[in-house]
């Protein structure tokens, strides 16, 4: 079991940056990767970020470039977010994978909300 909790969101202007944390408890040592993903009304949930274990790190296109993810130690990952956009209003949730057996699981969001 993992859990998680995210910290950082609130209402930012376009153009600002942002800093999500996610600090996970439980069994961090078996988690295989993290990701950000958000969801904006309407929407569905897309995925923002991901890094894994092994180092390798991908980007959702809409964010390339504006993001960075990293995994500070075993139960924690950031993600910074700059060139905000009105578009990047959304709920963001952090989500941790592990592989055996499969599982994940997911934070309770954070409102990311950027007025234009």
């Known amino acids: 079991q993992v859990q998680l909790v995210e910290s950082g969101g609130g209402l930012v202007q376009a153009g600002e940056s942002l800093r999500l944390s996610c600090a996970a408890s439980g069994s961090i040592d078996e988690i295989y990767s993290f990701g950000w993903w958000r969801q904006a009304p309407g929407k569905e949930r897309e995925l923002v970020a991901k890094?894994?274990?092994?180092?390798?790190i991908d980007y959702a296109d809409s964010v390339k470039g504006r993001a960075t993810i990293s995994r500070v130690d075993t139960g924690h990952t950031i993600l910074e977010m700059n060139s905000l956009r009105p578009e990047d209003t959304a709920v963001y949730y952090c989500?941790?994978?592990?592989?055996?057996?499969?599982?994940?699981?997911w934070g309770q969001g954070t409102q990311v909300t950027v007025s234009s």
């Open positions: 890094i894994y274990t092994h180092g390798f």
């Open positions: 989500k941790a994978v592990i592989t055996h057996p499969y599982a994940h699981y």
